[in-house]
């Protein structure tokens, strides 16, 4: 059956979709990357072992392109609502018109560049039955080097990213469930209630920063986005959401002047967290050395739970993707008697120092990134 919604370019599609009486959510799929890529991420979700069990609804935002109807069909037959927007909308638009046409109680957003591990929908449902539990997270894993994508979304003052992103999957923090601010919507389930509740994705963003937002609301309401390790899947990161090619500094700067003051930074928490097990905290001094985008970072380390007696900033060296220790710190650091802590935007910018952390034969020295990452240099 076909017809057209009100006041939007769209044409919606409705295949015969089965008995959705006895579905257990219902996904919502935005498609926008290439075909190959559809083709393959449409085949590993049609191979997922219960996912007769779930409706499912894709949108497809301005793409006239044949060829993405064509493979729908290939892999779902007719076991889907297909949403296809004549014109481009952004990402919270079509998510919300999309979300419109559920029937379920739950929500799944998917991206299109997804591959779910065996049980990874179950694990993320589960968790929404306990009352004050809104929203899930799963563990999204690069599949390029099986470590970690996201578990939720970590905060300082004005910057925000990925928490324990690069960590080996095993790691007993990264398999530890827990609350966290805000989730990414890259793969993610939601009481439909709560998002009606929330207003949905906030349409004044176009392809960033919705999924953000709306966890934000969440627990600054009083509810709880909740990670749960049990739920995996592997997130080609970068393959959703490819055809937009919006500057994003704007919706950044919106999205800070209107939250940025009520977020308050949970990095040195986590960080403690780990200090606890790493070395016997209070017991000795260390010196900062500073890699990372922040500059002001005193107010966060005064919470740690070690004293860092002093700081030295080469923050000119944070957009790097490498940083080399005997290119850019003076040979005296290697002799320095104090323990020494390296802050970058993320450890592996740095850990490709071996020869230099056996030379400094210190087993305290510490890595600390604005992940939420805590090492020892010498693990």
Not at 12 to 24: G, L, S
Not at 129 to 150: C, F, G, H, K, R
Not at 295 to 313: G, H, T
Request: charged share 20%; glycine share 4%; net charge neutral.
């Amino acid at each position: 059956m076909c017809f057209f919604t009100n006041n939007i370019l769209s044409t919606i599609k409705y295949n015969n979709v089965h008995n959705i009486i006895t579905m257990k959510a219902s996904i919502i799929i935005a498609l926008d990357s290439n075909v190959n890529f559809t083709r393959n991420f449409l085949y590993f979700l049609s191979k997922y072992k219960t996912i007769e069990d779930y409706e499912i609804i894709i949108t497809s935002d301005g793409n006239n392109d044949i060829n993405y109807e064509k493979l729908v069909y290939e892999f779902l037959k007719n076991k889907c609502i297909y949403i296809k927007n004549k014109c481009k909308q952004g990402y919270g638009v079509v998510n919300n018109i999309a979300a419109r046409h559920t029937s379920t109680d739950i929500l799944i957003f998917m991206n299109s560049d997804v591959i779910l591990d065996d049980n990874c929908l179950e694990a993320l449902i589960e968790p929404l039955s306990i009352d004050n539990i809104e929203a899930v997270q799963p563990l999204l894993i690069y599949p390029q080097n099986m470590t970690t994508q996201s578990t939720g979304h970590i905060f300082c003052q004005y910057y925000n990213t990925h928490l324990f992103e690069n960590r080996p999957i095993r790691d007993s923090i990264v398999q530890q469930p827990d609350y966290r601010k805000a989730f990414t919507t890259a793969l993610c389930s939601i009481k439909k209630k709560t998002f009606n509740l929330h207003g949905g994705f906030n349409e004044k963003y176009f392809n960033a920063w919705e999924g953000m937002e709306l966890g934000l609301k969440i627990t600054l309401n009083g509810g709880k986005c909740y990670y749960n390790p049990l739920a995996k899947a592997f997130h080609i990161r970068g393959g959703g959401r490819s055809q937009y090619k919006i500057d994003e500094k704007n919706q950044s700067a919106f999205f800070w002047s209107h939250w940025g003051n009520l977020i308050t930074e949970n990095l040195s928490d986590i960080l403690n967290k780990q200090l606890k097990e790493l070395i016997c905290v209070n017991s000795s001094d260390y010196i900062l050395i500073n890699f990372s985008c922040i500059r002001d970072f005193e107010y966060i380390q005064n919470k740690l739970l070690i004293n860092i007696s002093d700081a030295v900033q080469y923050t000119e060296l944070a957009g790097y993707s490498s940083i080399e220790f005997f290119k850019t710190l003076p040979y005296f650091w290697l002799s320095v008697k104090n323990n020494l802590i390296y802050l970058a935007n993320n450890f592996s910018v740095i850990t490709n120092n071996r020869l230099w952390f056996e030379m400094r034969k210190n087993n305290k020295d510490l890595i600390i990134d604005l992940s939420g990452n805590c090492l020892l240099c010498q693990s």
